[in-house]
DNA sequence: ATGCAGAGTATTGTATACAAATATGGTTGG
DNA sequence: CCAACCATATTTGTATACAATACTCTGCAT
């Protein structure tokens, strides 16, 4: 069985991503012990854990608070996470090989089945989504560049806000997808980067299209 | 006055840079706790810190180690820092205000007296371009690339290098400086991204060279 | 009303004790 | 001689107690 600290970790930041901890609520660590069932000691490594992963902010004076992401913070991540799995889908590319290969293929084939549904199968899409950008990420062959983006694929907010995509949104990230693989098939690693970070970027355009199409409050300031 | 936490975190980490703890070496809290005169409690807490930085690993069985650099980590490391530090100075430029134009030319005047010695001032000049570099990072006002970068320009070994530099790459270093202090008075944010992108790689290039010059122990392996 | 001072409350930081897990070294059986 | 195994020593994980720090709310003075 996994450790407290870890078991701490993975609730605490999934109770963020689902938005069960909304933005700025205060992170007492007697409490979130309590909801853990364990004692302070693994919450508050769970905290610093999240706290290098940028869901939760410290005050100067050592508060903890679910971090506030306002619209240009997902816009800077989005920009960010573009540019380095730009670099990812490269050198993917430049050391593909027929398992990872499968893999990618195999993760785009559950993206398509979903996005065919009469009613599109969200959840099937964001399952073939993060299958496939895993496996590229692995391909990529950098511990170092995996952990950078580590702290930029997940994001309270967005995943929830894909259950409002458009169904063209949906189209054209599944054809994408299938153009990556096929930059991939061929060992292109200049119009794998390209295209990948077109296609971060579009994601994150289809992200603030259905996110403005939402009554979605003001995120509120938390201290710096 | 600071917490424990704080001067253990580096208290160690300068341990790491500075060679004191070897590649490899094996970081026992207890010990730790003892030469950094704090309990264990803190010592922890320092050390994810530093798993978070790349600077210790971790066993699968939870004992950490200093990180071992081989030359393709290196390489790695100063790949990515090209990639998001071109696109810090990209930002930078785009955004340049007067003040930090002056905070970015005093930092160059720092590395052109340390680069015209008779016998070049190293310290000088590693002083000055941290200034340098750390004043584009914060001129570019993503506290998110702030971040990434972070685990990327403190390498151990790296630095210690330098004072095996060659004085052409000392003055080359000085003069793209210069060209990119231009860049960003003018607000040209692809020609600073350019000069800045390849800036680093050809520092990492001046690493290499100073690098294959010097009685290099071979990496020794390390448990993932 | 507004701002400040102080006591009292709540929260975080650190040390320590003990439990759980892992490494080590020697012994035995093959 | 080697491998598997057990007892022991070492190391890490967690809980808890207490200390230090930060927050809050009241009352008072302006």
Chains 1, 2 share one sequence.
């Not at 964001?126 to 511990?143: M, T, Y």
């Not at 990556?180 to 994150?204: C, K, N, P, S, V």
Request: charged letters at 25%; glycine letters at 6%; one cysteine or more.
């Amino acid at each position: 069985m996994s450790r407290a600290s870890d078991r701490a970790y993975g609730a605490i930041r999934s109770m963020i991503l689902s938005g069960e901890l909304a933005s700025g609520a205060q992170l007492g660590e007697e409490a979130l012990a309590e909801v853990c069932g364990v004692s302070r000691t693994p919450v508050r490594e769970a905290l610093r854990r999240l706290e290098a992963d940028m869901l939760v902010v410290r005050t100067d004076t050592q508060r903890s608070f679910v971090a506030d992401w306002s619209i240009d913070d997902v816009a800077d991540a989005f920009e960010l996470r573009a540019k380095l799995e730009g670099m990812a889908a490269r050198r993917a590319a430049e050391r593909m090989t027929a398992e990872v290969l499968d893999r990618i293929r195999s993760a785009n084939r559950v993206i398509g089945v979903a996005v065919r549904q009469t009613k599109p199968d969200i959840a099937g899409f964001l399952d073939g989504n993060r299958e496939f950008h895993a496996a590229v990420i692995d391909a990529a062959g950098s511990r170092r560049l995996a952990a950078l983006l580590g702290s930029l694929v997940e994001q309270p907010v967005v995943w929830r806000t894909a259950y409002h995509y458009s169904r063209e949104a949906l189209n054209r990230s599944h054809s994408e997808h299938e153009e990556l693989a096929a930059a991939f098939a061929r060992g292109d690693g200049a119009w794998a980067e390209a295209i990948m970070t077109g296609h971060i970027l579009r994601a994150y355009h289809a992200y603030a299209d259905a996110h403005r199409g939402l009554a979605v409050p003001e995120p509120r300031e938390v201290a710096a």
